[in-house]
């Protein structure tokens, strides 16, 4: 079971196996049912956390209540108030599971210990941050030049079997429409697919 985070390292980088061991004595096997909020807005993000089974999302809530839904993480992705973790300040997200999850979670401590004793995990890290800016410019090339119907199929692209997994509500959200046109899209889409 705990060679999915080994795997998951050594897909980057190579890693001996005393660092695998090194790593695996301070990783924590944590387990959370659906609707756990991991980490609230202003509280401080202690954990950065390699998802092993489940899904989860970040949300911000907007001055009008409203949550928005910035991105979901799967299985074998990280999730963590980044800022919020390297910094040990109030985190500016929502972090809550959709699913029954199981989380290997790093303290910010050990993480940094990690870091130190392993020179190589440092290139994981940039690796790591490199693909989530990447993400994160995405987002926000798609949500401001794409229209709703080609925003969903970016959605589809990179969330490919999360449609089965969570809410219309949650994925609308996560577009930045209505489920009620999310809903209409959908059905539309349905009907021209059939011969």
């Not at 410019?137 to 692209?157: C, M, P, V």
Request: with cysteine.
């Amino acid at each position: 079971m705990q060679h999915n985070i080994i795997q998951h390292f050594n897909n980057i980088i190579n890693l001996t196996k005393e660092e695998e061991s090194r790593i695996l004595s301070l990783v924590k096997v944590r387990r959370y049912k659906k609707k756990t909020m991991l980490i609230e807005e202003g509280a401080v993000c202690r954990a950065i956390s390699y998802v092993f089974k489940g899904c989860l999302r970040i949300y911000k809530i907007d001055s009008e209540g409203i949550e928005n839904n910035v991105y979901f993480t799967l299985e074998d992705w990280w999730v963590v108030d980044l800022k919020s973790f390297i910094e040990q300040t109030g985190a500016r997200f929502y972090i809550e599971t959709l699913e029954d999850c199981e989380l290997w979670q790093l303290t910010k401590n050990d993480f940094d210990v990690l870091l130190d004793e392993i020179l190589i995990l440092e290139k994981w890290f940039r690796v790591l941050l490199q693909n989530a800016l990447i993400s994160s410019e995405n987002r926000i090339h798609y949500k401001t030049s794409l229209k709703a119907e080609d925003r969903y199929d970016k959605f589809l692209e990179k969330y490919p079997t999360l449609e089965s997994r969570i809410s219309q509500r949650h994925i609308a959200s996560y577009l930045g429409i209505s489920p009620e046109f999310l809903s209409s899209l959908k059905s539309k889409r349905h009907k021209q697919q059939k011969p």
